[in-house]
Antibody, heavy 117, light 108 residues
Framework: QVQLVESGGGVVQPGRSLRLSCAAS????????MHWVRQAPGKGLEWVAV????????YYADSVKGRFTISRDNSKNTLYLQMNSLRAEDTAVYYC??????????WGQGTLVTVSS | SYELTQPPSVSVSPGQTARITCSGD??????AYWYQQKSGQAPVLVIY???KRPSGIPERFSGSSSGTMATLTISGAQVEDEADYYC???????????FGTGTKVTVL
């Protein structure tokens, strides 16, 4: 079955960097766009970024533009999120999700990123 | 930046109908999607392209859209439908996706 497993979260100091990964299985990864979505503790969902199936286009939320980079390695069935210049407000659970005709599903279980000194 | 506005909470008795609205300027031209998120779990898609229901989603969930407002309806709400619900869409450019502010549905 379709499975998405995020990893790479943890505690990081403000201003530092972190790279998240999302390992995909159970479907043809190279045929689907992929998204990152985050959720701060006790808050709502926030869309972060999307990458097309072939990596040709990438779009970002204004809140992360210029600091975060979404990428993928279709040979490894893996999605990435490089997060630089991290801020306290980036603290959240980060989910990856598959794009199916613009709908997101399924989602991974998420990885927690805590930005704190 | 583009915003989708939802009521913070909706309460309904079991068996009654719950309606959750989502307001956004681009909705006349862009589809709305609805996600259910139960406590401690990842979100699940319950409605796509305004009114279509994915396989496995109960028939009591339905969606509609008119003008700048999309609506998720739970007909005959069950206790297990208690969750946070989020609408999702994109701005007029199609490049900035956004979630609504979220609505907590209480069934009691």
């Amino acid at each position: 079955q379709v499975q998405l497993v995020e990893s790479g979260g943890g505690v990081v100091q403000p201003g530092r960097s972190l790279r998240l990964s999302c390992a995909a299985s159970g479907f043809t990864f190279s045929s689907y766009g992929m998204h990152w979505v985050r959720q701060a503790p006790g808050k709502g969902l926030e869309w972060v970024a999307v990458i097309w199936y072939d990596g040709s286009n990438k779009y970002y939320a204004d809140s992360v533009k210029g600091r975060f980079t979404i990428s993928r390695d279709n040979s490894k069935n893996t999605l990435y999120l490089q997060m630089n210049s991290l801020r306290a407000e980036d603290t959240a659970v980060y989910y990856c999700a598959r794009d199916v005709i613009a709908a997101l599903g399924p989602w991974g279980q998420g990885t927690l990123v805590t930005v704190s000194s | 930046s583009y915003e989708l506005t939802q009521p913070p909470s909706v309460s309904v008795s079991p068996g009654q109908t719950a309606r959750i609205t989502c307001s956004g300027d681009a909705l006349p031209k862009k589809y709305a999607y609805w996600y259910q998120q139960k406590s401690g779990q990842a979100p699940v898609l319950v409605i796509y392209e305004d009114s279509k229901r994915p396989s496995g989603i109960p028939e009591r969930f339905s969606g509609s859209s008119s003008g700048t407002m999309a609506t998720l309806t739970i007909s005959g709400a069950q206790v297990e439908d208690e969750a946070d619900y989020y609408c999702y869409s994109t701005d007029s450019s199609g490049n900035q996706n956004v979630f609504g502010t979220g609505t907590k549905v209480t069934v009691l």
